[in-house]
């Protein structure tokens, strides 16, 4: 898709989004209303400027479902944070929710090179953590066979790798790490594994050389939270590994000056945020998510893919 086509097609859909949020939601319409703003005042993509921000603060003040847009009837799933530093954030699913997250995902998988019916080890937790449940809805939309370990015991994720030829591996960066020790240990390796894809933490070039190296496989870094929908929700780098990929058929990206909260340009490092273009139940309107990152290129990658490229997160504004 061109890049006129794109922003055409963001455009429709915030228009969409801003009339679904209003009319569903107390929380989204009384924003709306103290911007003065109207779906109808949308006229380019820049106007989003306009609306307020939302942060974290926001869910853990309407927790749990105070930001709901739909029926409580219409709910299929939820998952959640943590709540280490407070209350936890929730996300509600709808069954169109839940199909757009499997989406985003089962992209994540073929841009990573999993074929269908390819082998693939689920080791993040299958609980209110979104990890575990995000690759599985996406291994399902790609046609891929599962093995849903979830988290723990090396030594048998090890053995189920070699015993069902695992191809490509899920898991958070550090469990990367922990792989290659037993391994060591072990004096054993994985033969039938050839893709790692891996999230939730910082993953610098040399964390990637070191689990690349230590696993022999190609590693990728994939970008998605609770706020947006779950893990892959937002994108993952392609083969080139020259900056992450973002959905934005689904999400519009802005970074922004963590201090002032107005735009800088590409290329510059501030907080990036995230409007959600397609989710139901509980969309998110200039979520700030206090991630450090830059735009790298606006241009068509040498993959082919025409969606923006943002550069690995280095960091976070609180920490």
């Not at 963001?10 to 924003?31: C, I, M, N, V, Y």
């Not at 964390?207 to 929908?229: C, P, S, V």
């Not at 780098?237 to 959905?247: A, K, M, S």
Request: glycine content about 10%; aromatic content about 8%.
């Amino acid at each position: 898709m061109s890049r006129d086509e794109l922003a055409a097609l963001q455009l429709t859909r915030l228009r969409e989004l801003l009339k679904h949020a209003g009319e569903g939601s107390p929380f989204h319409r009384e924003r709306l209303a103290k911007a003065g703003v109207k779906p109808a005042d949308i006229d380019t993509l820049e106007d989003l400027r306009q609306l307020p921000f939302m942060s974290k603060d926001d869910f853990r003040l309407q927790y749990p479902l105070g930001m709901l847009c739909v029926g409580r009837r219409q709910l299929r799933e939820m998952h959640m944070s943590s709540g280490s530093t407070g209350s936890p954030v929730v996300m509600a699913y709808t069954h169109a929710d839940l199909d757009q997250w499997a989406e985003c995902m089962a992209r994540c998988y073929r841009m990573a090179g999993v074929l269908e019916e390819d082998s693939v080890q689920i080791t993040p937790s299958f609980g209110l953590f979104n990890g575990g449940f995000g690759f599985y809805h996406g291994a399902r939309k790609a046609g891929l066979f599962i093995i849903p370990t979830g988290a723990g015991n090396t030594p048998r994720q090890i053995k189920l790798m070699n015993d069902f030829q695992v191809r490509a591996l899920m898991g958070v960066v550090s469990y990367g790490v922990r792989l290659i020790e037993v391994l060591q240990e072990q004096k054993s390796a994985i033969p039938s594994l050839k893709i790692g894809m891996f999230g939730a933490e910082t993953f610098s070039d040399s964390m990637r050389e070191r689990i690349e190296n230590g696993l022999g496989i190609e590693a990728f870094d994939i970008y998605g939270m609770t706020e947006t929908g779950g893990v892959g929700t937002t994108g993952m780098d392609c083969p080139l590994h020259n900056g992450i990929h973002v959905w934005e058929d689904q999400y519009v990206v802005e970074v922004v000056d963590p201090r002032t909260g107005q735009p800088v340009p590409d290329g510059e490092t501030g907080e990036i945020t995230f409007t959600s273009l397609t989710r139901q139940a509980i969309p998110v309107i200039r979520f700030r998510t206090g991630d450090l990152t830059r735009v790298l290129t606006r241009k068509a990658c040498q993959c082919g893919r025409t969606h923006l490229r943002i550069d690995r997160v280095t960091g976070r504004v609180d920490d």
